[in-house]
């Protein structure tokens, strides 16, 4: 069994924090993008909505969408 000098392993203990530096950068850089794609899903969805709600008659699936829109502006206001 080979035993590793002290500055093998202070090598070794530093490419893992170098590593570890990284990874937390890369998952840092994922949750903002999955963040980023669920708030323009939202926008999407709301300018879908107020495009829809614009071209309808009043009746049962007006007062839904609306309903949603307003859903929808609830949980945008609160990020």
């Known amino acids: 069994m080979t035993k590793l000098g002290n500055s093998s392993a202070g090598k070794l203990t530093n490419t893992f924090f170098e590593q570890r530096g990284r990874l937390t950068q890369s998952i840092a850089l994922r949750k903002r993008f999955i963040e980023s794609a669920y708030l323009n899903q939202m926008r999407s969805e709301k300018e879908l909505i107020q495009s829809r709600i614009e071209a309808m008659t009043y009746g049962c699936r007006k007062a839904f969408l609306a309903a949603r ?11």
Not at 69 to 79: A, F, G, T
């Open 69 to 79: 829109l307003k859903q929808l502006n609830e949980e945008l206001s609160k990020r």
